[in-house]
């Protein structure tokens, strides 16, 4: 891990997992599950590129389980709404560092990580 700022950045990375359908991973999870603290949805119409419309964080639950509550359920039928064409994706995030292991982290990556998409 290579520090930026002292006691404020850190470097770490992310590895992606496949895209899982989203009405899939609903149905089976996926095995990198326990060990993901974000996950990103996005949208893909016919064979074109990803489309990227959220990246979310959980913490002390599996991303299934924060997919099945009621706010999730409602954002899954808007996006189903609003971009109809489109099939909807899961990708889970594993957070990677060299050292340490910040309990916070995966708040502190979402927020980071929304600023640079923004």
């Known amino acids: 891990m290579k520090k930026l700022y002292p006691e404020i950045f850190w470097e770490v990375d992310i590895n992606w997992s496949k895209p899982h359908l ?12 326990e060990s993901a603290f974000i996950y ?4 893909r119409y016919s064979g074109k590129a990803h489309k ?7 913490y002390h639950q599996y991303i299934i ?3 099945n ?11 189903s709404k609003e971009y109809p064409k489109h099939k909807l994706y899961v990708s889970l995030g594993i ?11 995966p708040i502190l990556m979402r927020q980071k990580i929304v600023f640079n998409l923004s």
Do not use: A
């Open 22 to 33: 989203y009405e899939n991973f609903l149905l089976n999870g996926s095995e990198y599950d």
């Open 40 to 43: 990103k949805i996005t949208g």
């Open 52 to 58: 990227l419309f959220y990246i979310g964080k959980t």
């Open 65 to 67: 389980t924060r997919l």
């Open 69 to 79: 509550q009621e706010d999730h359920k409602k954002h899954f039928k808007k996006l």
């Open 95 to 105: 957070i990677e560092m060299e050292e340490g292991n910040i309990p916070f982290l």
